[in-house]
């Protein structure tokens, strides 16, 4: 026959593994909560780290270009330029080492 101090203290019991039944379930799913929110973190992360990559690439890219355009209109001039001087060194004869044509590049 069980005591009315045994039921009393199998009733304590039965509360203590309740409440660590409760808090073993309350702690799991924060587990779950943090889990989720360190990948999350990490996405986000490497989602910035690739934004400021393609940005930066970007801006290379453009740099690049707008160099490249700079490049063939200066190509395009002085190769214009070398043109109208040897024009113009064929159409006058040389009389007099005074008279020249100054190629200027920008």
Known sequence: M????DH?????QMKMLWHQL?????????????K???????VLFLQKKKFKLSQ????????FLCSCLYFKRQ???LHMLSKLLQKAKTK??????N???????I
Do not use: C, W
């Open 22 to 34: 409760k808090l073993l379930t309350i702690l799991l799913k924060m587990l779950k909560h943090l």
């Open 56 to 63: 930066h690439f970007q801006t290379e890219k453009d740099f």
């Open 8 to 12: 009393q203290l199998l009733h304590f």
């Open 99 to 105: 008279s020249s044509i100054v190629l200027q590049i």
């Open 2 to 5: 069980i005591s009315l101090l």
């Open 92 to 97: 006058t004869p040389l009389k007099s080492s």
């Open 75 to 77: 190509s395009a001039t």
């Open 36 to 42: 989720s929110k360190a990948v999350q973190s990490k």
